[in-house]
């Protein structure tokens, strides 16, 4: 019996070998498909936010990104293979041109990355590409690459230039983030007291002005954008575009002009793979030339608008700013952190660093000259385009008036804009872009607020017009009742979200209600809940509430999709009556609450209620709420079903209306919460949220006492506080529509679920 992989005769038996690399062919096409569709997906979300910088969201450089690029190019450098035929010579050239696609794609990336994490994936990719280079360098000298070799020389010093521009970017980054987050500390001080001032109007103007603010500074400063507005990124944008012509010429070339090119026979081991590879890279280079070469366009509009005037160009223009070289002069005054005993020696290293960073020094100023030098070109090439958009742009206004004014017969004067030119973060070199910035971003608030208003939620809206806002929200007060003997000496603390959803287990047990009315319900709850998440999630800064909040999320994932309130069928409860129902969920809470002491003794009497589990607290919640909803209607004698859902329906709107009063503050932390990276989504996302809110803002205004949005409790437990206290804040002595006696001081702060919602008997 022969040796495995041998033959016969004993000698290896290579031919198996082959085998199986059309399937690895299949494997890069995947890697390939993936990067595309990584790059696809950040092009079509840049054009679809009016990120037209289009930063990097799916496809940045990481380790991901990296080793899928390692397999994307594996044809660059596989150096024995042979790879006669004309599609496999064009896919080795169209690997190259990916690695420059990916290159000028993931730039916007760096200003997202963490210092450290940045030069480790940049160092990385140096590796990879020079790796690639060389390997492309020894297969034209053995003449596995036998055709396209000005293309391939051509696309290895593109790759080397785009590798310097990252890397000479990415030396700015810590500069510039100090740099515009000490500007962003000081127009936020600025904007904060011009907000204070601003205390006439309704609240969603002043509140809009306010998210203008914060979205320019957010905007201006965010690293992807300064980043996306730098020369070097708009040299690689330039670069990227050459690289895709290089290729695109090519293939015209090998399949337009056959004669131009001889081509050997035979057939690689790759064999029916390399037409996939070279579809799949085509497409990717294709698609992945988009965002660079926009990026590329629009910064030059964006950087020279002056141009378009048909101005000249000014000799500071080609000045290198101090932010390019600062860390490189900093690295140069730091003492070495290796210590060398000799003093000499110690001297002859300090001043070899010096010399390596002067070089670096000159180095970078050569790139960023080179990168300006290629934008003026750019320009120069482009300028005709340019005059020809800024033609129309001026045409289309006076256009728009004369359609205004023929159909309307007289011309609407536009909304006054607040003036944002203070709140415009720029680095140095940058005074040109201001004006720029400012009329490309002044109407980004505006849209995000309408793409919010065409979502607003609707049955939330419907809900909240029930509640008793003009009366400090009075059911807030009445869902929990001092009156119902406690399970543990302590309290866990209240959420927002637990009585919401608690209450809301209540109306789905009830008997006899429509199926319309309860899904109307719970619609309006799960629109609610969104925004009661965003209000915990931003207030809850010691975080005291984050169990009773999972509690929540729990009890209402499972009422939502199952109608259960845990181990309880609440469509069979529905079964019974009101009074059967109520006090089969109290038994249920307490039995769970009993069965938790009774397993855990020593520790439930030692535990702070914070540490109970999830379970025990969603108990607890259901025991106190259904015990005071069958008090007060004992004490009432009233249990009609649909009497009472429209009873607990209300307070459920009391409390739903009371926790967005805080939404101005919520929507206000929100657009200077997180680092400089997230801001800009944070304050878009501030807009968006505030587009839906805003109609629920204005009526709770509008009904609502003096001051509520700026003394609104933030939890729920000191609306109840204020509430059982009969705070002069709150005023309200609900009385009985049968005869108009006033409640008295003592007597407001017990009232009953169903005496606070229906008057007292």
Not at 160 to 171: C, G, R
Not at 408 to 427: A, I, M, W, Y
């Given at each position: 019996?022969?040796?495995?992989?041998?033959?016969?005769?004993?000698?290896?038996?290579?031919?198996?070998?082959?085998?199986?690399?059309?399937?690895?062919?299949?494997?890069?096409?995947?890697?390939?498909?993936a990067?595309?569709?990584?790059?696809?997906?950040?092009?079509?979300?840049?054009?679809?936010?009016?990120?037209?910088?289009?930063?990097?969201?799916?496809f940045?450089?990481?380790?991901?990104?990296?080793?899928?690029?390692?397999?994307?190019?594996?044809?660059?450098?596989?150096?024995?293979?042979?790879?006669?035929?004309?599609?496999?010579?064009?896919?080795?050239?169209?690997?190259?041109?990916?690695?420059?696609?990916?290159?000028?794609?993931?730039?916007?990336?760096?200003?997202?990355?963490?210092?450290?994490?940045?030069?480790?994936?940049?160092?990385?990719?140096?590796?990879?590409?020079?790796?690639?280079?060389?390997?492309?360098?020894?297969?034209?000298?053995?003449?596995v690459?036998?055709?396209?070799?000005?293309?391939?020389?051509?696309?290895?010093?593109?790759?080397?230039?785009?590798?310097l521009?990252?890397?000479?970017?990415?030396?700015t980054?810590?500069?510039?983030?100090?740099?515009?987050?000490?500007k962003?500390?000081?127009?936020?001080?600025?904007?904060?007291?011009?907000?204070?001032?601003?205390?006439?109007g309704?609240i969603?103007?002043?509140?809009?002005?306010?998210?203008?603010?914060?979205?320019?500074?957010?905007?201006?400063?965010?690293?992807?954008?300064?980043?996306?507005?730098?020369?070097?990124?708009t040299?690689?944008?330039?670069?990227?575009?050459?690289s895709?012509?290089i290729?695109?010429?090519?293939?015209?070339?090998?399949?337009?002009?056959?004669?131009?090119?001889?081509?050997?026979r035979?057939?690689?081991?790759?064999?029916?793979?390399?037409?996939?590879?070279?579809?799949?890279?085509?497409?990717?280079?294709?698609?992945?030339?988009?965002?660079?070469?926009?990026?590329?366009?629009?910064?030059?509009?964006?950087?020279?608008?002056?141009v378009?005037?048909?101005?000249?160009?000014?000799?500071?223009?080609?000045?290198?700013?101090?932010?390019?070289?600062?860390?490189?002069?900093?690295?140069?005054?730091?003492?070495?952190?290796?210590?060398?005993?000799?003093?000499?020696?110690?001297?002859?290293?300090?001043?070899?660093k010096v010399?390596?960073?002067?070089?670096?020094?000159?180095?970078?100023?050569g790139?960023?000259l080179?990168?300006?030098?290629?934008?003026?070109?750019?320009?120069?090439?482009?300028?005709?385009?340019?005059?020809?958009?800024?033609?129309?742009?001026?045409?289309?206004?006076?256009?728009?008036?004369?359609?205004?004014?023929?159909?309307?017969?007289?011309?609407?004067?536009?909304?006054?804009?607040?003036?944002?030119?203070?709140?415009?973060?720029?680095?140095?070199?940058?005074?040109a872009?201001?004006?720029?910035?400012?009329?490309?971003?002044?109407?980004?608030?505006?849209?995000w607020?309408?793409?919010?208003?065409?979502?607003?939620?609707?049955?939330?809206?419907?809900l909240?017009?029930?509640?008793?806002?003009?009366?400090?929200?009075?059911?807030?007060?009445?869902?929990?009742?001092?009156?119902?003997?406690?399970?543990?000496?302590?309290?866990?603390?209240?959420?927002?979200?637990?009585?919401?959803?608690?209450?809301?287990?209540?109306?789905?047990?009830?008997?006899?209600?429509?199926?319309?009315?309860?899904?109307?319900l719970?619609?309006?709850?799960?629109?609610?809940?969104?925004?009661?998440?965003?209000?915990?999630?931003?207030?809850?800064?010691?975080?005291?509430?984050?169990?009773?909040?999972?509690?929540?999320?729990?009890?209402?994932?499972?009422?939502?999709?199952?109608?259960?309130?845990f181990?309880?069928?609440?469509?069979?409860?529905?079964e019974?009556?009101?009074?059967?129902?109520?006090?089969?969920?109290?038994?249920?809470a307490?039995?769970?609450?009993?069965?938790?002491?009774?397993?855990?003794?020593?520790v439930?009497?030692?535990?702070?209620p914070?540490?109970?589990?999830?379970?025990?607290?969603?108990?607890?919640?259901?025991?106190?709420?259904?015990?005071?909803?069958?008090f007060?209607?004992?004490?009432?004698?009233?249990f009609?079903?649909?009497?009472?859902?429209?009873?607990?329906?209300?307070?459920?709107?009391?409390?739903?209306?009371?926790c967005?009063?805080?939404?101005?503050?919520?929507?206000?932390?929100?657009?200077?919460?997180?680092?400089?990276?997230?801001?800009?989504?944070?304050?878009r996302?501030?807009?968006?949220?505030?587009?839906?809110?805003?109609?629920?803002?204005?009526?709770?205004?509008?009904?609502?006492f003096?001051?509520?949005?700026?003394?609104?409790?933030?939890?729920?437990?000191?609306?109840?506080?204020?509430?059982?206290?009969?705070?002069?804040?709150f005023?309200?002595?609900?009385?009985?529509?049968?005869?108009?006696?006033?409640?008295?001081?003592?007597?407001?702060?017990d009232?009953?679920?169903?005496?606070?919602?229906?008057?007292?008997?």
């Amino acid at each position: 019996m022969g040796r495995i992989g041998c033959n016969v005769d004993g000698i290896l038996d290579d031919t198996k070998f082959s085998q199986p690399i059309p399937w690895v062919g299949v494997y890069i096409v995947a890697a390939s498909l993936a990067c595309l569709i990584g790059m696809a997906t950040d092009t079509i979300l840049g054009i679809c936010n009016r990120k037209f910088w289009f930063p990097c969201k799916y496809f940045s450089l990481n380790a991901t990104s990296l080793t899928l690029i390692g397999v994307a190019v594996k044809l660059s450098v596989d150096l024995d293979t042979s790879m006669p035929r004309p599609s496999e010579q064009l896919a080795k050239l169209s690997s190259s041109a990916l690695i420059c696609t990916i290159m000028a794609n993931s730039m916007p990336s760096l200003g997202a990355m963490e210092t450290k994490d940045m030069f480790m994936n940049l160092m990385a990719l140096a590796i990879l590409v020079i790796t690639v280079i060389v390997n492309i360098c020894m297969q034209l000298g053995t003449g596995v690459i036998y055709v396209f070799w000005r293309e391939h020389i051509l696309l290895m010093f593109l790759m080397l230039i785009l590798l310097l521009l990252m890397v000479s970017s990415a030396l700015t980054v810590p500069t510039t983030k100090q740099y515009l987050e000490y500007k962003y500390s000081k127009k936020h001080e600025m904007a904060v007291k011009e907000n204070l001032a601003q205390t006439e109007g309704p609240i969603t103007q002043i509140f809009k002005d306010k998210l203008m603010k914060f979205w320019m500074m957010a905007h201006t400063s965010s690293p992807q954008f300064v980043m996306g507005r730098s020369p070097t990124c708009t040299a690689s944008g330039a670069f990227c575009l050459l690289s895709a012509i290089i290729l695109a010429v090519a293939m015209l070339r090998s399949y337009l002009m056959p004669w131009s090119f001889r081509f050997c026979r035979g057939e690689s081991d790759y064999k029916w793979s390399t037409i996939l590879i070279l579809v799949t890279q085509n497409a990717a280079v294709g698609v992945g030339t988009i965002a660079p070469a926009l990026r590329w366009f629009i910064a030059i509009k964006f950087r020279c608008p002056e141009v378009i005037k048909r101005s000249s160009h000014e000799k500071k223009e080609f000045r290198v700013e101090t932010y390019w070289i600062e860390s490189l002069h900093e690295m140069k005054d730091r003492p070495l952190k290796l210590r060398i005993p000799d003093r000499h020696r110690r001297k002859l290293a300090h001043d070899a660093k010096v010399l390596f960073l002067d070089f670096c020094i000159r180095v970078q100023k050569g790139i960023v000259l080179i990168s300006k030098a290629t934008r003026i070109i750019s320009i120069f090439l482009v300028s005709s385009i340019l005059a020809c958009c800024h033609h129309c742009k001026i045409l289309k206004p006076r256009f728009d008036k004369t359609v205004s004014s023929i159909s309307s017969g007289t011309v609407s004067q536009p909304e006054p804009k607040p003036d944002l030119r203070r709140f415009v973060l720029h680095l140095e070199g940058e005074e040109a872009l201001v004006e720029v910035m400012l009329k490309e971003n002044h109407d980004a608030t505006n849209h995000w607020i309408r793409v919010g208003e065409k979502r607003k939620p609707r049955h939330l809206m419907q809900l909240l017009e029930k509640s008793s806002v003009s009366q400090g929200f009075k059911g807030v007060g009445a869902f929990d009742s001092d009156k119902v003997p406690s399970l543990h000496p302590e309290e866990p603390p209240n959420s927002w979200s637990l009585p919401l959803v608690t209450l809301t287990a209540i109306a789905v047990a009830l008997p006899n209600i429509t199926r319309d009315s309860v899904k109307q319900l719970l619609d309006t709850v799960h629109e609610g809940l969104h925004f009661v998440d965003l209000v915990e999630n931003t207030l809850d800064k010691e975080g005291d509430l984050i169990r009773v909040r999972k509690a929540a999320q729990k009890v209402w994932i499972r009422i939502d999709l199952y109608r259960k309130w845990f181990g309880l069928d609440l469509n069979k409860l529905s079964e019974k009556s009101p009074e059967e129902t109520l006090q089969r969920l109290a038994d249920t809470a307490k039995a769970k609450y009993e069965e938790f002491k009774m397993k855990n003794i020593n520790v439930c009497l030692r535990a702070s209620p914070s540490a109970w589990p999830l379970e025990v607290m969603a108990a607890n919640s259901m025991y106190r709420i259904s015990n005071t909803v069958l008090f007060n209607c004992k004490s009432k004698n009233e249990f009609g079903s649909e009497t009472l859902f429209e009873e607990l329906t209300l307070v459920i709107a009391d409390i739903l209306g009371s926790c967005l009063v805080n939404l101005p503050h919520v929507l206000s932390v929100k657009c200077v919460k997180g680092a400089i990276e997230e801001r800009e989504d944070n304050v878009r996302h501030a807009g968006y949220i505030f587009g839906k809110t805003k109609k629920i803002m204005e009526m709770l205004e509008r009904r609502a006492f003096p001051n509520l949005y700026r003394r609104g409790a933030i939890k729920i437990d000191e609306w109840r506080l204020i509430h059982e206290q009969n705070s002069r804040f709150f005023p309200f002595t609900p009385s009985s529509p049968e005869n108009n006696t006033e409640t008295t001081s003592s007597e407001s702060s017990d009232l009953s679920l169903c005496q606070i919602i229906v008057g007292p008997s």
